[in-house]
């Protein structure tokens, strides 16, 4: 009796670990050595399950001193078996393959396909996949017919073939073990299914159903108390590949932590790795190279030559980036990476040494042997491959003089990553994966610009630039989980329970992030198209390229560009401008402060303004970078002229080609402002037929079901902007905050939405030129005209600005113009028109 409970202890150790401890604990040294072996070996699998590496290893090297003590040739085997995979985990993989090298005579059926499983498992961990591959069959061939077993070898092997790209064969591995665990009755083992299949699609490319996948494990793991093991550097990765960096870096080094208290060496390696390559993209090559350095030195004591490559690799990146690298060091890279199965890392180390050697002639038949082998060996796969080996074909053709070529092959480039951009349902995911063609876009921009070829400049903006927002968000599949969660995230703030809004926006955020399949972007407008849309408007689209500003001017079909100054200096005048408009409106300081900043103020607004070309006529404004914060209206020679901001000019020319549907008019006034039922009480009278929203009836539900098909919307209400977090920037109602994600819900926008609240126009900026907020959602929903403040401002200067505004709209003027008229100080001047103004 004892002995099956020892027995039920081990089946439960992965699924269940801390039953299984309190089952074995209870049977330990109270009969004989088989059952204290077994006990002990079940103690060492449920500590290995929750990550206690030191006290598996103890336990299971007893439980093998028990048994061939006891000359228990079968139960010393299946320990043995176990402590070689703990040994991997602690990074002894020489040790384990010695533990798992051969099979005693008297030991057959399941626990000889269980050890040549196990030493499979340590085969793939340190990279020798062929050999993996055989044992896993090996494995297979020998099961007796234990289901369980079976399904172990499939989802083990379904992982090795997702390294080796086998994705049919991946999924297929994985498919059945799931169906073998739940028929086996053990469910619990189905999160590491989920989780190799996270690692499977994003090795694919498939990113919204890797962070699915992997969210979905990591319910599971913790349902059955089990540590997660890699999981949180997997999806790390993941994040990663879409450039939401700050996320995957808090992910990476708490890994790092975690597997280091663990003393679990092997696993650090790879969360130090995924820190390195994070670091890198967040731009700090300096910390990349001390985690990759830390972690090549770990993987070479450890016997595992594809890791120790593999940080060679981002060594070598960092050292590029950092201005240091040699051609030498470089090409030592390619030879090790050669056969270790980096794919994406080998062809990138091909084009870093290719690059150094462009750089001395003496060298330019290596640099072209090198860009050749990228350009032929990356036609097909992820759509980074393909796009490193379009970056290889652009400068193959550059060093042969072929400009040409080279912007065609960038334009390629450009093409596979905006087609990956387009697969990603979530706004928030398209938006960071737009760093991703950065390189490509910057040495377009970059050719364009030495050519003096305005038009090739305008091309390349438009190309990449607020991608994101010309596709419509999709919402996940689970919507009505989406919909609770936001309705607690209302009530949880009204509480001001944060730990609960933490987790509740993490969550919202994960489950938006699993919607997949939209339309693609809307292509580049032709120069043609926009001028005619344009008419007497000046289209005026600002470019950043090595540290200086450009603007390229539409008039009338003409384009022309101009150059704008450091970028720097002007984001500098840009904070000086919103600091001084915020102290003054706000009354902060003496009146002697007071004067003293509105004649700094004054100073910025005139330095801004050279930025502008010399025209009277309306303008509309492409920002990029710092100039998105930039309150337009506010400068000298945007005073009582028409001003539009766009994210991009295709949205611009979206927004001014649309249909005009006429709909409803819908009034709304939040709470905690003074002003805000007295403002939409006076528009009220100019609007008698509206839906009029206040009080209790402002609510969030109400709100959207109104809005959806308006002609019409004016909100006076507290808006917040989060810059850490802009999709959960919010407008302030009677049941608690809108959010971008409510907004998203929306079939049909209003066609012009008025925003009478603090901060409501402000947006997140990404790489790419990508915006996130309140304001960037409704434009990309397709909302036409969209009428926010840029700057915050005190609540109750806004109801004399609104009501004039609408009395310049009832008189027959466009938005801008409008807007234009009504405003009258520097305060009122931070509101400005956004999207389009064309009637």
């Given at each position: 009796?004892?002995?099956?409970?020892?027995?039920?202890?081990?089946?439960?150790?992965?699924?269940?670990?801390?039953?299984?401890?309190?089952?074995?604990?209870?049977?330990?040294?109270?009969?004989?050595?088989?059952?204290?072996?077994?006990?002990?070996?079940?103690?060492?699998?449920?500590?290995?399950?929750?990550?206690?590496?030191?006290?598996?290893?103890?336990?299971?090297?007893?439980?093998?001193?028990?048994?061939?003590?006891?000359?228990?040739?079968?139960?010393?085997?299946?320990?043995?078996?176990?402590?070689?995979?703990?040994?991997?985990?602690?990074?002894?993989?020489?040790?384990?393959?010695?533990?798992?090298?051969?099979?005693?005579?008297?030991?057959?059926?399941?626990?000889?396909?269980?050890?040549?499983?196990?030493?499979?498992?340590?085969?793939?961990?340190?990279?020798?996949?062929?050999?993996?591959?055989?044992?896993?069959?090996?494995?297979?061939?020998?099961?007796?017919?234990?289901?369980?077993?079976?399904?172990?070898?499939?989802?083990?092997?379904?992982?090795?073939?997702?390294?080796?790209?086998?994705?049919?064969?991946?999924?297929?591995?994985?498919?059945?073990?799931?169906?073998?665990?739940?028929?086996?009755?053990?469910?619990?083992?189905?999160?590491?299914?989920?989780?190799?299949?996270?690692?499977?699609?994003?090795?694919?490319?498939?990113?919204?159903?890797?962070?699915?996948?992997?969210?979905?494990?990591?319910?599971?793991?913790?349902?059955?108390?089990?540590?997660?093991?890699?999981?949180?550097?997997?999806?790390?990765?993941?994040?990663?590949?879409?450039?939401?960096?700050?996320?995957?870096?808090?992910?990476?080094?708490?890994?790092?932590?975690?597997?280091?208290?663990?003393?679990?060496?092997?696993?650090?390696?790879?969360?130090?790795?995924?820190?390195?390559?994070?670091?890198?993209?967040?731009?700090?090559?300096?910390?990349?190279?001390?985690?990759?350095?830390?972690?090549?030195?770990?993987?070479?004591?450890?016997?595992?030559?594809?890791?120790?490559?593999?940080?060679?690799?981002?060594?070598?990146?960092?050292?590029?980036?950092?201005?240091?690298?040699?051609?030498?060091?470089?090409?030592?890279?390619?030879?090790?990476?050669?056969?270790?199965?980096?794919?994406?890392?080998?062809?990138?180390?091909?084009?870093?040494?290719?690059?150094?050697?462009?750089?001395?002639?003496?060298h330019r038949a290596v640099a072209r042997a090198e860009l050749t082998a990228v350009a032929a060996a990356a036609r097909t796969g992820p759509a980074e491959l393909r796009a490193r080996a379009w970056h290889a074909t652009a400068l193959l053709r550059l060093a042969d003089g072929d400009v040409k070529g080279a912007e065609a092959a960038l334009r390629s480039g450009v093409d596979v990553l905006a087609a990956f951009r387009n697969g990603l349902g979530a706004m928030e995911l398209r938006a960071h994966a737009s760093g991703l063609a950065g390189e490509l876009v910057a040495t377009g921009t970059r050719l364009a610009l030495a050519g003096g070829r305005p038009a090739a400049v305008f091309g390349w903006a438009e190309r990449w630039r607020a991608g994101a927002l010309r596709v419509?968000?999709?919402?996940?599949?689970?919507?009505?989980?989406?919909?609770?969660?936001?309705?607690?995230?209302?009530?949880?703030?009204?509480?001001?329970?944060?730990?609960?809004?933490?987790?509740?926006?993490?969550?919202?955020?994960?489950?938006?992030?699993?919607?997949?399949?939209?339309?693609?972007?809307?292509?580049?407008?032709?120069?043609?198209?926009?001028?005619?849309?344009?008419?007497?408007?000046?289209?005026?689209?600002?470019?950043?390229?090595?540290?200086?500003?450009h603007a390229v001017v539409l008039d009338r079909g003409r384009v022309r560009l101009l150059d704008a100054g450091p970028a720097e200096a002007a984001a500098r005048e840009v904070q000086a401008l919103r600091f001084g408009i915020n102290h003054l409106a706000h009354r902060i300081g003496s009146d002697r402060t007071r004067k003293a900043i509105e004649e700094r103020l004054g100073q910025a607004a005139d330095r801004l303004d050279r930025l502008l070309p010399a025209t009277r006529k309306p303008l509309v404004i492409v920002p990029t970078g710092a100039l998105h914060a930039l309150p337009w209206p506010a400068l000298p020679s945007c005073r009582g002229r028409a001003v539009t901001v766009a994210p991009s000019a295709a949205l611009w020319l979206r927004a001014a080609e649309s249909?005009?549907?006429?709909?409803?008019?819908?009034?709304?006034?939040?709470?905690?402002?003074?002003?805000?039922?007295?403002?939409?009480?006076?528009?009220?009278?100019?609007?008698?037929?509206?839906?009029?929203?206040?009080?209790?009836?402002?609510?969030?539900?109400?709100?959207?079901?109104?809005?959806?098909?308006?002609?019409?919307?004016?909100?006076?209400?507290?808006?917040?902007?989060?810059?850490?977090?802009?999709?959960?920037?919010?407008?302030?109602?009677?049941?608690?905050?809108?959010?971008?994600?409510?907004?998203?819900?929306?079939?049909?926008?209003?066609?012009?939405?008025?925003?009478?609240?603090?901060?409501?126009?402000?947006?997140?900026?990404?790489?790419?030129?990508?915006?996130?907020?309140?304001?960037?959602?409704?434009?990309?929903?397709?909302?036409?005209?969209?009428?926010?403040?840029?700057?915050?401002?005190?609540?109750?200067?806004?109801?004399?600005?609104?009501?004039?505004?609408?009395?310049?709209?009832?008189?027959?003027?466009?938005?801008?113009?409008?807007?234009?008229?009504?405003?009258?100080?520097?305060?009122?001047?931070?509101?400005?028109?956004?999207?389009?103004?064309?009637?």
């Amino acid at each position: 009796m004892t002995l099956v409970r020892a027995e039920q202890a081990k089946d439960l150790a992965y699924t269940s670990p801390a039953r299984a401890r309190r089952l074995a604990e209870s049977v330990r040294g109270r009969t004989d050595a088989e059952t204290e072996s077994v006990a002990l070996h079940a103690l060492g699998m449920a500590a290995s399950a929750v990550g206690r590496l030191d006290e598996a290893e103890r336990h299971l090297r007893a439980a093998v001193s028990v048994a061939t003590a006891a000359g228990l040739v079968v139960r010393a085997a299946q320990a043995r078996g176990s402590l070689g995979y703990v040994l991997t985990l602690t990074g002894r993989t020489a040790e384990a393959l010695r533990a798992l090298a051969d099979v005693p005579e008297q030991v057959d059926g399941v626990t000889a396909a269980r050890l040549l499983m196990q030493r499979a498992l340590v085969l793939t961990e340190i990279g020798r996949f062929a050999e993996a591959a055989d044992g896993f069959a090996a494995a297979l061939a020998a099961n007796p017919g234990d289901p369980l077993l079976e399904a172990t070898i499939r989802n083990n092997r379904g992982l090795l073939r997702a390294h080796r790209r086998d994705w049919r064969g991946a999924a297929e591995d994985l498919d059945l073990a799931e169906s073998l665990y739940v028929a086996a009755g053990h469910t619990g083992r189905t999160a590491m299914v989920f989780h190799n299949r996270g690692v499977a699609f994003e090795a694919r490319g498939d990113v919204p159903a890797a962070l699915a996948a992997f969210d979905e494990a990591a319910a599971r793991y913790a349902a059955a108390g089990r540590d997660p093991g890699l999981l949180p550097i997997e999806r790390a990765e993941a994040l990663l590949s879409v450039r939401l960096v700050a996320e995957a870096r808090s992910a990476a080094a708490a890994a790092v932590a975690a597997f280091t208290r663990q003393r679990n060496f092997v696993d650090v390696v790879q969360a130090r790795l995924v820190l390195a390559r994070v670091e890198l993209v967040a731009g700090d090559p300096v910390a990349a190279l001390a985690s990759a350095v830390s972690a090549g030195r770990s993987a070479r004591r450890q016997g595992r030559p594809a890791w120790a490559a593999f940080a060679g690799y981002l060594a070598l990146r960092a050292r590029w980036e950092r201005g240091s690298a040699s051609l030498r060091s470089a090409r030592r890279v390619v030879e090790a990476l050669a056969g270790e199965g980096w794919v994406v890392a080998a062809l990138d180390a091909r084009l870093i040494v290719a690059r150094l050697a462009l750089q001395a002639p003496r060298h330019r038949a290596v640099a072209r042997a090198e860009l050749t082998a990228v350009a032929a060996a990356a036609r097909t796969g992820p759509a980074e491959l393909r796009a490193r080996a379009w970056h290889a074909t652009a400068l193959l053709r550059l060093a042969d003089g072929d400009v040409k070529g080279a912007e065609a092959a960038l334009r390629s480039g450009v093409d596979v990553l905006a087609a990956f951009r387009n697969g990603l349902g979530a706004m928030e995911l398209r938006a960071h994966a737009s760093g991703l063609a950065g390189e490509l876009v910057a040495t377009g921009t970059r050719l364009a610009l030495a050519g003096g070829r305005p038009a090739a400049v305008f091309g390349w903006a438009e190309r990449w630039r607020a991608g994101a927002l010309r596709v419509r968000p999709v919402r996940p599949p689970d919507d009505d989980r989406l919909a609770d969660d936001l309705a607690e995230l209302r009530q949880v703030m009204a509480a001001g329970d944060l730990r609960r809004q933490a987790e509740l926006e993490q969550a919202i955020g994960a489950r938006a992030r699993h919607a997949t399949g939209i339309r693609a972007a809307d292509p580049p407008p032709s120069r043609t198209r926009l001028s005619t849309a344009l008419g007497d408007h000046v289209l005026v689209e600002y470019v950043e390229s090595d540290g200086r500003l450009h603007a390229v001017v539409l008039d009338r079909g003409r384009v022309r560009l101009l150059d704008a100054g450091p970028a720097e200096a002007a984001a500098r005048e840009v904070q000086a401008l919103r600091f001084g408009i915020n102290h003054l409106a706000h009354r902060i300081g003496s009146d002697r402060t007071r004067k003293a900043i509105e004649e700094r103020l004054g100073q910025a607004a005139d330095r801004l303004d050279r930025l502008l070309p010399a025209t009277r006529k309306p303008l509309v404004i492409v920002p990029t970078g710092a100039l998105h914060a930039l309150p337009w209206p506010a400068l000298p020679s945007c005073r009582g002229r028409a001003v539009t901001v766009a994210p991009s000019a295709a949205l611009w020319l979206r927004a001014a080609e649309s249909d005009h549907v006429t709909g409803r008019t819908v009034l709304a006034a939040g709470p905690g402002l003074r002003h805000a039922v007295a403002e939409v009480e006076a528009l009220k009278r100019r609007y008698p037929h509206a839906e009029r929203f206040t009080g209790r009836r402002a609510t969030t539900a109400n709100l959207l079901h109104a809005l959806d098909g308006a002609e019409l919307a004016h909100i006076a209400a507290h808006g917040r902007f989060r810059a850490d977090n802009p999709l959960f920037s919010t407008l302030t109602l009677a049941d608690g905050p809108l959010t971008v994600y409510d907004l998203e819900g929306l079939h049909r926008p209003p066609r012009q939405v008025i925003l009478s609240a603090c901060e409501a126009g402000n947006s997140g900026i990404r790489p790419g030129d990508e915006l996130l907020g309140l304001a960037a959602a409704l434009l990309a929903l397709g909302t036409r005209t969209l009428i926010a403040s840029a700057v915050s401002v005190p609540d109750d200067t806004s109801k004399a600005l609104m009501l004039r505004y609408h009395r310049e709209l009832a008189a027959g003027r466009a938005p801008a113009e409008a807007l234009a008229k009504a405003q009258r100080t520097w305060t009122e001047a931070v509101f400005q028109c956004y999207g389009t103004s064309l009637p």
